[in-house]
């Protein structure tokens, strides 16, 4: 897609469609009351049809009337109040989503309202970049996965030009550019989570991440199931003997020995690639169980974002781990009460084999730590039970220390992703012990949530965060900012963290 920024007056810009965006019920006053009459009355005339409502990501598609442009659309960005960073990106992809099926080249996009608003902290620059990240995943439809016929083709989109009546265009279109490849690390995190674990299996995923590595010349190892079972990641090895798709811990790696040397920290991002979570032994209920082929997508997460970051900024120090295995039963699978020793050294009773991600997890951030990760974040499709506390919209999290998690959740703020901090509750603990060894996986149902926190606390001694994108990962029905499936989640909020810098 190509990007132009261009200061003009919205009515003087060529385009297939131009979206104006407005914050509030349409007031026709200055610029929307000149597009009014323009359009010959249009607006005024769907207002009062209450077509044009205010409400957020509402669109109408209206006729141009005089102006050049081929289409409107009209896209609602809600109460000024709440408007924030993660509203911008939503109304550039509920914008483009609404031009999906339409034969759409060139898309130019009015910035004017959005830039300035108080909520929102940041200039033009911002406003563009997250618009058009929005606007490239709103452009995204897992339907063109498997097949190509016409109705399944998301929408071509040659050309975004973005609109305001002044300013610094550079500075705007360096930003949107980045916007754009933000966009596009998240749509291929979200295409392969969405592929099905008859396609993506944990090799297809060692796969794709050789194919990252040598496209952005990143350092890679992928550890198969002879190695780790010498190297001692016995937890790891315990989820992944049930299936025939052996299991890899992919290990990528950016930035030399003298760049991470220049900073005081060295950031690791660890993530669940449970290619399909049957349950193993303690086997799941048949209800939905397809939706667990998504269990990969904290590790597809991880890799979308070592390839973000190395296109925005190569050589940035990073290591990104995707522990990937399927969860299977069959004859030889780990059976609940059997006794392993973690890479750390610690051993687990693994009460429950459905309580897999964080035995997987936990070998994978002990790894982390071995190659020098100073600073730690994993990302997973952990529990249920977040799902039901939070819902599809806000992403559990746990840290320690604070100063850690702080700086997660500042660069989730920048990114426009909302999380929730839960509470590592020490007294909880206890539940977690077995008769027999140091504790067990799962525990008592009671607290299941902060105790699977707790769990993977054992397997870290640096500063940590754990995201559970298990209720956000995905999206079981489609929203006027995304389809059905994987949404993307956290991708941009660890491309933000990697490239801060300093600790
Ligand atoms: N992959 C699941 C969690 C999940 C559930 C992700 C729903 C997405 C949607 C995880 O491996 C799991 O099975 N967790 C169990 C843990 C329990 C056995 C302690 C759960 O949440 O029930
Ligand atoms: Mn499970
Ligand atoms: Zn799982």
Not at 8 to 23: F, G, N, T
Not at 53 to 71: C, W
Not at 349 to 369: F, K, M, P, S, V
Not at 411 to 416: E, I, L, P, S, T
């Amino acid at each position: 897609m190509q990007l132009r920024v261009v200061t003009d007056q919205p009515w003087d810009v060529k385009a297939d469609v131009l979206v104006i965006p407005y914050v509030g019920e349409p007031t026709f006053e200055g610029p929307l009351d000149e597009i009014d009459r323009r359009t010959g009355g249009e607006l005024r005339a769907l207002a009062s049809f209450k077509e044009l409502t205010g409400k957020r990501y509402a669109t109408a598609l209206v006729g141009a009337g005089e102006i050049p442009a081929g289409r409107l659309v009209l896209i609602g960005a809600g109460d000024a109040a709440t408007i924030d960073r993660e509203v911008i990106v939503r109304v550039g992809a509920a914008a483009s989503r609404r031009l999906g099926g339409r034969v759409v080249r060139s898309v130019a996009f009015w910035l004017a309202p959005l830039a300035g608003l108080e909520t929102v902290d940041g200039d033009v620059a911002v406003v563009a970049e997250l618009l058009a990240r929005g606007v490239v995943e709103g452009s995204y439809d897992p339907k063109s996965i498997y097949r190509d016929d016409a109705e399944s083709r998301p929408p071509q989109l040659d050309e975004l030009i973005l609109v305001m009546p002044d300013g610094d265009v550079g500075a705007v279109k360096a930003a949107a550019e980045r916007g754009v490849i933000m966009g596009e690390g998240a749509n291929y995190a979200r295409t392969l989570s969405n592929r099905a674990a008859n396609d993506v299996t944990p090799d297809v995923l060692a796969q794709e991440a050789r194919a990252i590595a040598e496209r952005n010349d990143l350092w890679i190892d992928v550890i198969e199931p002879e190695r780790a079972t010498e190297l001692g990641m016995g937890m790891f090895m315990a989820v992944g003997r049930g299936s025939d798709n052996p299991p890899r811990m992919i290990v990528m790696r950016s930035g030399d020995e003298g760049q991470r040397d220049a900073l005081d920290r060295h950031v690791a991002f660890v993530g669940k690639g449970v290619c399909f979570d049957s349950g193993g032994i303690s086997i799941k209920p048949s209800d939905r169980m397809e939706e667990m082929k998504m269990d990969k997508t904290g590790a597809c997460t991880v890799l979308a974002v070592m390839e973000t970051v190395a296109r925005l900024a190569p050589g940035t120090p990073l290591l990104g781990i995707a522990a990937a295995v399927e969860n299977m039963p069959g004859p030889h699978s780990t059976r609940p009460g059997d006794i392993v020793t973690a890479l750390n050294g610690k051993k687990v009773d693994i009460t429950n084999t459905d309580a897999e991600g964080r035995l997987i997890l936990g070998d994978g951030l002990t790894y982390a730590e071995r190659l020098g990760a100073t600073h730690l974040v994993d990302v997973a499709t952990l529990t249920g039970a977040v799902a039901r506390a939070l819902g599809h919209l806000v992403t559990g999290a746990f840290g320690q220390p604070q100063v850690w998690y702080d700086q997660v959740k500042a660069a989730g703020d920048r990114a426009g992703e909302r999380y929730w901090q839960l509470p590592l509750i020490e007294e909880y603990i206890p539940d977690m012990e077995s008769w027999y060894v140091d504790f067990q996986n799962a525990g008592s149902p009671e607290g299941g949530l902060v105790k699977s926190g707790l769990f993977l606390r054992e397997f870290v001694t640096k500063p940590w965060v754990h995201l559970d994108i298990a209720g956000t990962a995905y999206y079981r029905k489609p929203l006027p900012f995304a389809p059905r499936g994987a949404t993307g989640v956290s991708h941009a909020t660890l491309v933000e963290l990697a490239l801060a810098g300093k600790a």
